[in-house]
């Protein structure tokens, strides 16, 4: 059974910073693409940032470019995102979701909160 | 950055009648359009990829139609589980991938 389980979420002051995890099993990890997907309180879904199977293609959403690294390690089936800089605005439910065959979300987490305020 | 509006908002349905969301794309996304459930507290779920084939154990009453700009996802007879909000989302021009702003199914 695939499974995708987020952690590192918590409460955060503007400004500070975050490692966010996603533990992956059930699949051969190191031949999916991963992607992140965020959620504000009661708003619609956001992509964040995308890292292909190797780490050779990564991608981010303008919102968070230069602020986020997405990052993986096949060795230990996991997906990394180093949220640093973080603003009000980043407060959302972090999702990582798999990139399934026809390159759409197959599997996604049940994602992670994270809360920027002072 | 392609936009994808999504409409009505809201629909307002009861259980045994026809679902249809509509979603468009501010310029062709060739058929690269999914679609996904979300119901609260839970993550997305895939039901259609490339805009009219099904997901794996997506039920037959889900169905995805359209090409270029215009799509709609068709619910042929609603059960109470199918009560959520539904998101469009194109790969075809990315990065950004991109989401629609939702449709919610909701219980009249």
């Known amino acids: 059974e695939v499974q995708l389980v987020e952690s590192g979420g918590g409460l955060v002051k503007p400004g500070g910073s975050l490692r966010l995890s996603c533990a992956a099993s059930?699949?051969?990890?190191?031949?999916?693409?991963l992607t992140w997907v965020r959620q504000a309180p009661g708003k619609g879904l956001e992509w964040v940032s995308f890292?292909?199977?190797?780490?050779?293609?990564?991608y981010y959403a303008d919102s968070v470019k230069g602020r986020f690294t997405i990052s993986r390690d096949n060795a230990k089936n996991s997906l990394y995102l180093h949220m640093n800089s973080l603003r009000v605005e980043d407060t959302a439910v972090y999702y990582c979701?798999?990139?399934?065959?026809?390159?759409?979300?197959?599997?996604w987490g049940q994602g992670t909160l994270v809360t920027v305020s002072s | 950055e392609i936009v994808l509006t999504q409409s009505p908002a809201t629909l307002s349905l009861s259980p045994g009648e026809r679902a249809t969301l509509s979603c468009r794309a501010s310029q062709s996304v060739s058929s690269y359009l999914g679609w996904y459930q979300q119901k609260p507290g839970q993550a997305p779920r895939l039901l259609i990829y490339?805009?009219?084939n099904r997901a794996t154990g997506i039920p037959a009453r889900f169905s995805g139609s359209g090409s270029g700009t215009d799509f709609t996802l068709t619910i042929s007879s609603l059960e109470p589980e199918d009560f959520a909000v539904y998101y469009c989302q194109q790969r075809s021009n990315w990065p950004p991938v991109t989401f629609g702003g939702g449709t919610k199914v909701e219980i009249k």
């Open positions: 979701a798999r990139d399934g065959p026809f390159y759409y979300f197959d599997y």
């Open positions: 059930g699949f051969t990890f190191s031949s999916y693409s």
């Open positions: 890292i292909s199977d190797s780490s050779r293609y990564i």
């Open positions: 490339d805009a009219s």
